[in-house]
């Protein structure tokens, strides 16, 4: 085909299509992308107003434009171009882009046309308002069977975490990588954190922890912008590599130190809102798409999944936290004796420290709830400074119990005794303290009483030595 043809050869099709050309370029990178000819129904297209009224793209079409005059830079797009065009492959793609309130079934093929120095496709999109589910579910037998054992995998997972941890091992095999993560993301709580890490046997250990901690999460939200609306985000080659330093360098420094070459990352929403990330580092490049559209459905399921898990943990943090003072309240307390009781927890000895605060309730009657609620809140601090690798419940209105597990009984009398000759002081956060060590890992039941009794015998004296 000659390429005073292409407006007519175009003019044929019934639904929005256009020819897009790739520059030649001998270094197997991706070169300038036009729209070199255009269909009446989408030259219109162009001007298509989303429900707010703006344009999807903003610029009158003139054929042979660079194709990022009418949209922003889309690496995956680049990628099915140059792949119907350059590598002569049909290409199908269906997109959920989260930028735009609709879905984009795009169909790409291979032309023939006489130039030396572009390659040719069809471009052919549909519009759809609202997903078409046998569209996106019309899938290979392969990646049918793939997503299939994910998710029937995360339906039956009586242990959340070891089920992840075999789903994203499945992920990384599929796609080959050296590497498959989910990160788990809160936004308005500043925090992220790993959930599962699969990676290749040959490759070093690391601490994850270390790496993907709550500073992290400025990296994590940078992949929002870079995304730029995108459900996938994909980086084959070095090429792609340059454009991601362009935009997002801090990332880019990590991926370096890392040793990425490659790598495919998709945002797992639910309900319009983030809950983390999945990702792929150095994959199999040669299966992109296949990689892609497995990828795309299995972070479905999983989304819903992690959503699930988040949820259940934020209902079992707060029906196991003390909202006021921020440390374990007393359900948290019997479901840990109950463990201690039932042989689940294994220990050598085993302390307990009764610390009743001295003076509530002149406080809540003199000053207000509020003054009370501050002074409960000062106790519970300095607990958790001085038994800081301890277990803190608040048991009742102003009583607290520490539980310490193999910690030393040295250790722990010293920071009694402290504590005693603090709450002396006029002026400082007042207990009344009894404490019971057992050598022998004796019932922690035993302990418990032991350490009220002396509780009791302490408040005893500093009631006596008040009125005296």
Same mark, same amino acid.
């Given at each position: 085909m000659k390429k005073e043809e292409l407006q007519k050869f175009v003019e044929s099709f019934p639904t929005m299509t256009s020819i897009l050309s790739v520059e030649k370029r001998t270094d197997g990178s991706i070169g300038t992308i036009r729209i070199e000819a255009g269909n009446q129904i989408y030259i219109k297209s162009m001007e298509r107003?989303?429900?707010? %009224?703006?344009? !999807? #793209? @903003?610029?009158?079409?003139? $054929?042979?434009?660079?194709?990022?005059?009418?949209?922003?830079?889309?690496?995956?797009?680049?990628?099915?171009v140059y792949q119907s065009a350059i590598l002569h492959k049909p290409v199908h793609a269906y997109i959920r882009p989260e930028r735009f309130n609709f879905c984009i079934n795009e169909f790409l093929m291979p032309v023939d046309v006489e130039d030396d120095e572009k %390659?040719?496709? !069809? #471009? @052919?999109?549909?519009?759809? $308002?609202?997903?078409?589910?046998?569209?996106?579910?019309?899938?290979?037998?392969?990646?049918?069977?793939?997503?299939?054992?994910?998710?029937?995998?995360?339906?039956?997972?009586?242990?959340?975490?070891?089920t992840m941890d075999e789903v994203i091992e499945d992920v990384r095999i599929i796609c080959k990588a050296s590497t498959c993560s989910v990160l788990l993301t809160d936004f308005k709580e500043r925090t992220c954190s790993i959930l599962t890490c699969a990676r290749r046997q040959d490759m070093p250990p690391l601490d994850l922890d270390r790496v993907f901690n709550n500073e992290y999460i400025y990296i994590a939200e940078s992949w929002i912008e870079t995304l730029k609306g995108s459900n996938c985000l994909i980086i084959q080659n070095d090429a792609d590599m340059e454009i991601i330093r362009q935009r997002n360098p801090n990332w880019h420094k990590t991926m370096m130190e890392a040793g990425v070459k490659s790598l495919v990352l998709l945002p797992l929403?639910?309900?319009?809102?983030?809950?983390?990330?999945?990702?792929?580092?150095?994959?199999?490049?040669?299966?992109?798409?296949?990689?892609?559209?497995?990828?795309?459905?299995?972070?479905?399921?999983?989304?819903s999944e992690v959503?699930?898990?988040?949820?259940?943990?934020?209902?079992?943090f707060l029906s196991n936290e003390d909202l006021l003072t921020g440390v374990n309240n007393r359900n948290a307390m019997n479901n840990r004796v109950l463990q201690f009781v039932s042989g689940e927890v294994n220990y050598r000895t085993i302390s307990v420290v009764f610390a009743d605060l001295n003076g509530l309730k002149p406080i809540n009657d003199n000053e207000g709830h509020n003054a009370g609620d501050a002074l409960l809140k000062s106790?519970?601090?300095?607990?958790?400074q001085t038994f800081s690798d301890c277990e803190i419940y608040r048991a009742g209105g102003d009583e607290f119990v520490v539980v310490a597990i193999d910690v030393p009984k040295e250790s722990l009398e010293a920071r009694v005794e402290t504590l005693r000759k603090k709450s002396k002081v006029k002026g400082n956060v007042s207990f009344a303290i009894g404490f019971y060590h057992d050598e022998n890992g004796g019932d922690v039941r035993k302990a418990m009483r032991e350490a009220d009794a002396l509780m009791y015998e302490d408040k005893k004296e500093n009631y006596a030595h008040s009125r005296g």
């Open positions: 107003k989303d429900e707010d %009224g703006n344009s !999807v #793209f @903003t610029q009158t079409f003139v $054929p042979g434009s660079n194709y990022e005059r009418y949209m922003e830079k889309e690496l995956n797009f680049e990628k099915f %390659g040719y496709c !069809v #471009f @052919t999109l549909e519009i759809q $308002p609202e997903e078409d589910l046998d569209t996106s579910t019309r899938l290979s037998s392969e990646i049918s069977q793939n997503v299939l054992k994910a998710c029937i995998k995360l339906r039956g997972s009586k242990d959340f975490r070891k929403t639910h309900n319009n809102e983030f809950v983390g990330f999945i990702w792929a580092t150095n994959f199999d490049t040669s299966r992109v798409l296949h990689i892609k559209e497995t990828l795309e459905l299995v972070t479905f399921f999983i989304a959503a699930s898990y988040k949820l259940v943990q934020r209902l079992r106790a519970a601090e300095i607990l958790k």
